[in-house]
């Protein structure tokens, strides 16, 4: 029982620190060259990947600011950070842990809802805007990506 309380004060630290690691900026939303290897680099894919993802990661931050309950925050922020994982989307990646460990160190508290969790409102916001930076970065490359493919199709 103590080991449990020990590793839930670990991940409250965790998460505090991950926290601030969301709050710093990146050069660009996307790595690039992650994503290339992720999808072999082709580009066609990449596009199609990027396109998933710029359609489910507001399906999920929709979920997490709707969550009823500890178990539906946790899942939700857990895809999101999965699928920005995937993508090389490492704000939103960094931000959806912090949510997600917010929770986790949390779950003592019982009969508080997720959202009102202290840290569970900069922690929405903190994610809301690195979803934001991404799409609109995502929209942005997304058109010149599209032109390119048309220009030199492979």
């Known amino acids: 029982m103590s080991v449990h309380i020990h590793e839930g004060q670990e991940r409250g630290r965790l998460g505090t620190r991950r926290q601030r690691e969301c709050e710093r900026r990146h ?82 508290e019982l009969g508080a809802e997720a959202r009102c969790l202290p840290g569970a409102r900069q922690a929405l916001e903190q994610l809301n805007l690195a979803v934001q930076r991404t799409l609109a970065y995502i929209e942005e490359t997304g058109a010149q990506l599209a032109v390119r493919l048309e220009a030199h199709p492979a």
């Not at 990449?46 to 600011?65: D, I």
């Not at 539906?72 to 999965?82: Q, R």
């Not at 490492?90 to 949390?106: K, P, R």
């Open 27 to 108: 050069d660009t939303p996307i790595d690039w060259a992650h994503l290339s290897r992720f999808t072999m680099d082709d580009k066609a894919l990449q596009q199609e990947v990027l396109g998933l993802f710029a359609k489910e990661a507001p399906r999920y931050l929709a979920r997490l600011q709707i969550a009823a309950n500890r178990k539906d925050w946790i899942e939700a922020a857990h895809t999101l950070k999965g699928s920005a994982r995937a993508v090389g989307a490492w704000a939103i990646a960094e931000c959806a842990q912090a949510a997600e460990a917010l929770q986790l160190s949390a779950q003592h």
